[in-house]
């Protein structure tokens, strides 16, 4: 019923049509890779990029917001940046390429074109579901990425930076990353321009906890005030494994995270945390699809998001809950402040339970900021827009303190507060 | 909790399934032929003495419905309806404007009297403590009777069937029908605009408080009919009218379909309540028939400061898809959405309500509890939107579902749009089952394991319970009884 008939591509459909066309003689992979490649862009064009009318899209018209597709530019003289948090181990992407030379004492690291090249990367390619654009997007175009596989029993004392810098055109990267039994590891996924010009960039993270593995996992994307950024997050969590996934999103105009968290082994836990910063003309959405699918899990999700000027931003959460997944524990919740009559929020918390034996919640407000907070600052000589300036930080950095290392939250709510001093 | 023992009692007496309301009344019809076409809407519209415009208001939303698909957004799972494979009208005979209780059939009247609807003034003002109340019974497609018109008329307030309505008051059908729901809304709202064969008018003038609570009874009786009702309340500036709707369907293996629309108007400090208590039947307990239950109520706070408030007690029908709104379109008006929905069996239920925050100040308030049981799915799905220009909007909703047994399943989705900075939006959902603890709390005071269970259900419903009219309270509480049979153990 939701087959979509399309008959003339939009704009930025044909450019990535076309786009394809013209790279698919040098796009890395093997037979099989390149298969799936045409397979999945015929998908795109049959379906097109996915309209409201697509429940999973309803608040993010792709074919409407993204008008225009940049070009494919590969080189570019990038250099990295230094790490979000000192001494972190960092391996770069520059304009969606990864270095050959990356490597850290201790973990397995390949470079995602020698997975395409060989074929292996094939199976991981496909898309999702019928609505999964992105993983269609990225699997058509996707060069390059890091395969990493820590192995079991390995903790990892500095953190891991994924550090994806591009200046314009198109990046299409992915990281298929395996933790192995009781591994313990922190990784920080960046994202962020070093220009102005606006990119598409579509990011796919395949995560694997292995059992008892306990796991950080920070995305932060600050990229610039014309980019699109395309983000998947897909996550297998396996018996009493712990994952920690922070998502922060403070950059893009045209932004779509879509987190698809698979907990299918009893006794793990997510922590999902999120903090949304939007302002100027951005839409931001982030999309939850949690499924609880053996007994004996929890969850909690808590999604703060502050929006200015004309933005719009947009949170879906989905808490999916198996037949025989008793005793799951799932708690969601979704704050917003609105600071602006001409932006929005939508929020969509949903709950599919197929068992009896559940605790599951979800709680979602929006409102302004609190007058009697306002006042009480106020009364104590704190100028309004101080006082609001400070509510404000303090309603995400709540969140990012959460994640307990310090050097790891000084430096999330340096990047909060920078953000917030620019837009507020 | 007298209640609660009489919920019991009840429910010791039926069987698993069976359905109270089950029977079948042998009666003569006046029939449509079977399908649907423009002559069938003719015809309708004919045996309606309509005029003319009536009739192209009919064949216009006809016409527009035949380029329409039918949804299939809802959390329903059902085999296509064949829209050609029904009867559109079906009518009891000699009922043709009886003028007074004699001239109905006396077999129709021992349908009301075995479902316990007072038809009989006399008697209803013999019961010294039930408060009266008007009634409208549809029969199939058209009202039977309509009970206290003349009392009512005294005070101003108009009540009965719309087929009278259209050709007695014509200026305020042309005023305000299809002004809330209008033709094109959706599929079934679409349908119900072409081929509606009775239902309810109400008319609240300015400064009245109707003396009575008003109540539509409608029954379907005959095979392989739809029923498409359409009822129309207004209330003018400062008027208030209390309506009730309550339902039955005959035990039938095949499943029948029920569409309908309802259209409320709130002028400026006017108030309506719109309680529903609907028993459809629900099919048995392998699933095997019950109506299909797709309709369209939408409330319009048209005037400042007025309310609309909706309750709804669902535990029939074997597909519910029914979301009673408000458009809060007067500044400082206000919506309510009271809700209990009870599945059992392979009863598929999704309901909700949306609330759209138009003017300034506006406030609603959404409380529902869902309760599944057997092989059920209740789904309950909502929306909340603050217009750009709706200032100070405020929007507490509240959905609970409960779970009993792990073949059934409970979903909730809230749609929250909100566009104004000043808006307040608190939304709050839980599932869960009952609580080992509670149930032993209650058990070990020695009250048996279904008492028990009824009585936490009853407690988790209590707060729609206490916004339903006083006999329609007592009566929830025992059909949510009955539902939940045969769920324990």
Redesign the interface.
Known sequence: MNMQTTSRLTAAETALVEAFGAQIGELPGNGAVIGTRDRLLDELKKAGLPTRRIEAWHYTDLKNLLRSVPDVTLVSAIDAIAPLVEGSKVLSILQGTADAKAAVDGIDIALFKDRLADGSAAAGLTALDKDDAIGRINGSFVRDGYAITVPANTELEAPIELQALHAAGQVHTRFPVSFGAASKATIIERHRSVTEDAALVSSISDITLEDGADITWIILQTQGAADTHLGQIRVQLGTDAKLRLFVINAGGKLVRQELRIDVAGEGAELTLRGVNLLGAESHTDVTLVLGHNVPNTNSTEIIRNVVFDRANGVFQGMIRVAPDAQKTDAKMSCNTLLLTDDGGFSAKPELEIFADDVVCGHGATVADIESSHLFYLMARGVPENKARAMLVNAFVAEIVEELEEEKLVEALEGVISAWLEKHA | MAAVQETIDQVRQIDVDQYKYGFETVIEVDKAPKGLSEDIIRFISAKKQEPEWMLEWRLDAYRRWLTMEEP??ARVEYPKIDFNDLYYYAAPKSTAGPKSLEEVDPELLRVYEKLGIPLREQEILAGVETPRVAVDAVFDSVSVVTTFKKELQKAGVIFMSISEAIREHPDLIKKYLGSVVPTSDNFYATLNAAVFTDGSFVFVPKGVRCPMELSTYFRINEKNTGQFERTLIIAEEGAYVSYLEGCTAPQRDENQLHAAVVELIALDDAEIKYSTVQNWYPGDAQGKGGIYNFVTKRGDCRGARSKISWTQVETGSAITWKYPSCILRGDDSRGEFYSIAVSNGYQQIDSGTKMIHLGKNTSSRIISKGISAGNSNNTYRGQVS?N?RA?NARNFTNCD?L???????????????????????????????ISEDQKFYVMQRGIPEEEAIALIVNGFVKDVIQQLPMEFAVEAQKLIGISLEGSVG
């Open positions: 299939t957004w603050i750009r200032s579902s779970l009993i047994g792990d073949q059934c399943g409970a979903h909730t989705v809230p749609y929250i749009d909100v566009k104004n900075a000043s808006a307040q939006i608190e939304h709050e959902a839980t599932t869960s089952k």
